[in-house]
Structures are given as C-alpha cells and as structure tokens.
C-alpha cells in the first residue's frame, strides 16, 4: 500500500513539467578560478604536469610551458598577446606557440560538462548542467517527481534519464540544447538505468520475467521499439554501463548484488571484492572501474583498474555514485549530498562548493 500511496503522488504532482535548453557559453567556462584556489589544483594538476620541452631555446621553454599552465582556453591564447606581457629577450620572438607541447587533457576536460539529478531546496526535482569546475549551473528539466539515472551519449548533445512523472519509472532522452525528448522505454513493470552504448541504449526492464538488460537501437527507433534482451542471468541484472566495447553490470548470481564485466563475447567476470556492491561506473576508455561497497550502513568508493587488477578504496561515507572525467584520471562522486572530485594520479580531492543540494541522486561528467 505504501508503495502504491508514493507513486500515486508522483502521477498527482507530474503536471508541473518545465524542460530549458541548454545554453552553451565557453566564456563562462571555469578557466577563471584562481590558480592557487584547491578546486583548481585538484582539477588540473594532471593537466600541467611539467611536459619536456621541444626546443633548446630555453626562453622558448618557458613560454610553452606558461601557454600550458595557463587557466585559459588554449584557443583564447596567442602568441602575440602572451609575449607582450613577459620579459622579453631576443629569443622569445622566435618561438613558435605551435611548438609548445599539446595537451590534449587540458582541452577536454575544460569543455566538459557535470549532470546532476537533485532535490534542490526548492524541493523541485532537477536535472542540472555544470562546467567542469561545478560553476555556470543550467537547469534543463524541473520536476514535481524524481529523476535519476543520468547518461550522456557519444556526442554530449542528449541526456538520457528515469522520470517518475507518470507514476512509475519511464526511460527519456533530451536534447540539451533544442529541449526536445521522447519516451524511448516505457514498457510494462520497471524501466530503469539507462546506459548509452555507441547508437543503442542499455535498459534494466522487468517486463518479461524478472529485471533484466536490454538493448534498444536508437538508430530504428519507434515508440514501441521493441527491446532486445542482452544480458539475461538466472538473476536481477542492472545498472549497465559501457565503453570501448566493454559493459559492467550489477546482478546478484551469487545472493548478494556484485559488479560484473562483459568484455565483448568473452565470458562474463565479477570484479568486485567482498559482498555488497552496487553502482558501477566505467571510464571512457573502458580501462577503470567505479563502484560503491555497502557494508554495516557504511558505504565505500572503490576504484578498480582492469590493467592491473588492483582495487582500492578512495572514500567512505555516505557515498551514492561517481564518475569520470573525460580524460579518465580525474573522478566526481556524491557524499552526503555534495559533490567531491578525486584525481586519480595526485590522490588529492575537493569540494566543489556551488554543488551543494538537499538531495542529489545521481552525477555523470560528459564524455
């Protein structure tokens, strides 16, 4: 009965739907933190990591390494402007701003985006955007009913989430910036944990028999698209994620729910150590492994890399999920309802402060 009171509420209270376009502006992007502020030490210390130096010109050097240290868009930098405002010797003239070492990180991660799914203060459920610093909030959906499960997919344009707002769980994809969304899921029983995969969406679906993954292709959609059934155990299958051909999931074969891998026709492997484990979170590069442990009301971060098989814990505490960075080394996860960013080289982290909400239920960075 109590079940049946709370989505009853939600389909009463679904009638106050506001979606926003999303408005790209890079000139707002958070390259202006202070350098010695921690948010940005954390956020960038991989990204100006002293790189070796293509020329003897020592003053040449110098200058290519001011280019990368640099907290604003490579783009937004020239040559002329930067000279004009160093100590000038006869050899800085000839440097040549196209010798200085790239940085590929630097530049995706500075256009990277953080959804959020929260309960703001408000007591409106929402889908935020951020930069990548956690500033320039954008709301692109408000809600009178709860939205979880955030995914972004290959392009970063669309989000795809679960919605409550017709009573029970109901898989959508919005398009940031025009808006517009569509019912891709909304099959009878449970329609959760939405996972781009390439041109195809991964969705948990109980309406066959048990909860089980499933596969949607995108690219034939139509509102009764009908769902292939990709990952089917004698158990509950859920929470799918996939990158670079490789997909985890959560299921509990073994009468506890663990983190399981699926490496393209290879046979299915657990990764996760003890019992408990839920939320798994894949990099880009399909190369790590994010997860929470549940043991005693205490609750783990784990981090495991498939390279070298080794799994340790970042954080404890009131912890729900996390996410990685484009650039795979940098981590965002949720504790007592803030947002912490975890770099993986430096084993610093940081609040980011902006992100404070009554509840926040989910956290995904773009890709």
């Not at 999303?22 to 960038?44: A, C, D, I």
């Not at 009908?226 to 670079?244: G, K, V």
């Not at 484990?277 to 997860?291: E, F, M, P």
């Not at 795979?328 to 610093?348: E, H």
Request: charged fraction near 15%; aromatic fraction near 10%.
């Amino acid at each position: 009965m109590k079940k049946i009171f709370i989505f009853a509420t939600f389909a009463k209270l679904s009638l106050a739907i506001s979606l926003f376009p999303f408005h790209n502006n890079p000139s707002s992007v958070s390259t202006q933190l202070p350098s010695n502020s921690k948010v940005y030490q954390v956020l960038n210390a991989n990204a100006i990591a002293t790189p070796k130096a293509e020329s003897t010109n020592t003053d040449c050097y110098n200058l290519n390494n001011l280019i990368l240290s640099s907290s604003k868009f490579m783009s937004d930098l020239s040559k002329n402007f930067l000279v004009k405002k160093l100590p000038m010797t006869k050899n800085v003239t000839q440097c040549n701003v196209s010798n200085a070492p790239t940085n590929t990180t630097t530049s995706s991660l500075t256009s990277a985006k953080l959804a959020l799914a929260v309960l703001d203060k408000d007591r409106k459920y929402k889908i935020l955007i951020a930069d990548y610093a956690g500033q320039n909030i954008q709301p692109i959906i408000i809600n009178n009913a709860p939205i979880t499960s955030l995914s972004w997919n290959k392009t970063n344009n669309s989000i795809a989430y679960v919605s409550y707002e017709t009573g029970k769980p109901v898989v959508y994809i919005q398009n940031i910036y025009t808006s517009q969304r569509y019912v891709v899921a909304n099959f009878n029983g449970s329609n959760s944990s939405p996972a781009f995969a390439g041109n195809s969406l991964l969705v948990s679906l109980s309406k066959d028999y048990g909860t089980h993954i499933y596969k949607i292709d995108l690219g034939k959609y139509t509102p009764k698209k009908t769902a292939t059934p990709l990952i089917t155990t004698s158990s509950i299958d859920t929470e799918a994620d996939y990158a670079n051909g490789n997909i985890i999931f959560t299921s509990n074969q073994k009468n506890t729910p663990e983190i399981y891998l699926k490496k393209g026709s290879a046979q299915v492997q657990q990764i996760s150590i003890n019992k408990n484990n839920i939320t798994g979170r894949i990099s880009n590069d399909g190369l790590k492994i994010l997860y929470v442990h549940g043991s005693r009301g205490r609750y783990d971060l784990m981090y495991y890399n498939l390279d070298t098989g080794k799994t340790i814990k970042i954080d404890s505490g009131k912890i729900l999920s996390g996410s990685f960075a484009p650039n795979n080394n940098l981590i965002a996860y949720i504790k007592n309802n803030a947002v912490i960013v975890y770099n993986l080289n430096t084993k610093n982290s940081t609040l980011l402060p902006q992100l404070k909400y009554k509840e926040i239920f989910d956290i995904k960075w773009s890709k």
